[in-house]
């Protein structure tokens, strides 16, 4: 596709499952990011890609979150045992460029969780 | 610990006039910042960015200053458009890949 595409849009879940949260990057970014966006907060930085480097996981809040990227393409962000404090909007966003000054990163849509 | 901030979580002006976003970051090491655009249900869009070794760039209606000595930039949107209506986030880096967010300032232009 043309643009960075994730799934799905929207999930609800009830507090204590898991959830997996798909991204689909530009074809042939190498960098890819995961964000997400609490009520009234800036955007937080979870994980990095680049390649076939080690991710960068610093920003990611506990061990309940992981993220893998197959093949240098898509990327699942996965929580595990879901808590209410993990609502959020989930943002991907790809790059074309080895990060050096921050780069312009293309976000896709995001995906809208509700942990109830 | 927000080291990005935009104070201003609303701004409104009318159809025409100047729209003016301030940031302030706190991070000295910071060197390239950037402003990205919002509009609802969709992710955030680059919209200008500015190195540290400049203090103004311009494209088109937008503009960015950057005042280093006061850890200040601020967005100027000249003449304001009913498009121009979205949420606008200040985002910072310190030459490598994270981009450090604001929380945004919703812009809204009356017509």
């Known amino acids: 596709g043309a643009g960075v595409s994730q799934s799905p849009s929207n999930k609800v879940t009830e507090k204590g499952k898991d959830v997996e949260l798909r991204c689909d990057p530009i074809s042939g970014h190498t960098a890819l990011y995961w964000y997400r966006q609490s009520l009234g907060q800036g955007l937080e930085f979870l994980i990095y890609?680049?390649?076939?480097?080690?991710?960068?996981k610093s920003g990611l809040p506990s061990d309940r979150f992981s993220a893998e990227r197959t093949g240098g393409s898509v990327s699942t962000l996965t929580i595990q045992r879901t808590q209410q404090e993990d609502s959020a909007v989930y943002l991907c966003?790809?790059?074309?460029?080895?990060?050096?000054?921050?780069?312009?990163?293309?976000f896709g849509s995001g995906t809208q969780l509700s942990v109830l | 610990d927000q080291q990005v901030k935009q104070n201003s979580p609303s701004l409104s002006v009318q159809e025409g006039r100047i729209s003016i976003l301030n940031c302030d970051y706190t991070?000295?090491?910071?060197?390239?910042f950037l402003w990205y655009k919002k509009y609802p249900a969709e992710g955030p869009t680059f919209l200008i960015s500015?190195?540290?070794?400049?203090d103004k760039n311009e494209d088109g209606r937008f503009t960015v200053f950057l005042n280093k000595s006061a850890k200040h930039l601020s967005l100027h949107i000249v003449p304001s458009q009913p498009g121009d209506s979205a949420v606008y986030f200040c985002?910072?880096?310190?030459?490598?890949?994270?981009?450090?967010f604001g929380a945004g300032t919703t812009v809204t232009v009356r017509a």
């Open positions: 985002a910072a880096s310190a030459r490598d890949y994270k981009l450090s």
């Open positions: 500015i190195s540290s070794i400049k």
């Open positions: 966003a790809s790059s074309p460029k080895v990060g050096t000054g921050g780069g312009k990163l293309f």
């Open positions: 890609f680049q390649g076939n480097s080690a991710p960068d």
């Open positions: 991070n000295s090491m910071f060197d390239y």
